[in-house]
């Protein structure tokens, strides 16, 4: 079983539809977590960081449920610029990150 | 400023031939990682270095594979003898230690085809 989980998708969704992306984790001793996006052959970049109380960043909300080791991010009135692949990331230390295989979003017009 | 880059951005090589592969990470940015990602699945931690010392190398696949980082700035990700089911993007990323939610900026990748 792999450390991070995602559901691969793909997710095929109309401009303006609001969108969910799920991950667990299998470590209980992580520490960090983060959401990056990897859009088609380029390189992944950070969206943003996931905070135990939830957090928000324009359209984007992520939510981190330690008990249940799950974590998730949610796009509103999603945007054709949306399309890329998300990466669900788990830090346990300051140099080990775990990557999951990433969900995959196309926004449709 | 500059961002991570890396050299050559595709490499075809024949099985067997030994491959180097280089990281330039961001000017003064002590930490910097290498991973290795297959298509259709994440990244996958290689090794990661803090300034010249190598601290992890714990997700190197094989005696084949050896990075250097001699001077605390470039790096270099060798491998030796190369195998088809070495193809893959390597990517590098670099990160200045701080906080636990310290980000790692990532290269563009190195795009490996071994025939």
């Known amino acids: 079983r792999k450390e991070v989980e995602q559901d691969p998708g793909p997710f095929n969704v109309p401009e303006g539809a609001t969108v969910a992306f799920n991950c667990t984790y299998s470590?209980?001793?992580?520490?960090?977590f983060f959401w990056y996006r990897q859009d088609c052959r380029k390189e992944p970049k950070l969206l943003m960081s996931?905070?135990?109380s939830g957090n928000e960043d324009g359209r984007f909300t992520a939510q981190l449920n330690r008990a249940s080791q799950y974590i998730s991010l949610l796009i509103r009135d999603s945007k054709l610029s949306d399309s890329a692949t998300y990466l669900c990331v788990v830090k346990k230390n300051n140099n080990d990150m775990r990557f999951g295989a990433g969900t995959r979003l196309t926004v449709k017009p | 400023g500059a961002g991570v880059s890396q050299s050559p951005r595709y490499k075809v090589a024949k099985r067997g031939q030994d491959v180097a592969l280089r990281c330039d990470p961001i000017s003064g940015h002590v930490s910097l990682f290498w991973y290795q990602q297959a298509l259709g699945q994440g990244p996958e931690f290689l090794t990661y270095f803090q300034n010249e010392a190598q601290l992890d190398k714990s997700g190197l696949p094989s005696d084949r594979f050896f990075a250097e980082r001699p001077e605390g700035s470039v790096s270099t990700l060798k491998i030796q003898r190369t195998q088809q089911e070495d193809s893959a993007v390597y990517l590098c990323a670099s990160s200045f230690p701080g906080t636990s939610q310290e980000t790692q900026y990532f290269g563009p990748g190195t795009r490996l085809l071994v025939l």
């Open positions: 996931v905070y135990s």
């Open positions: 470590n209980s001793a992580s520490q960090s």
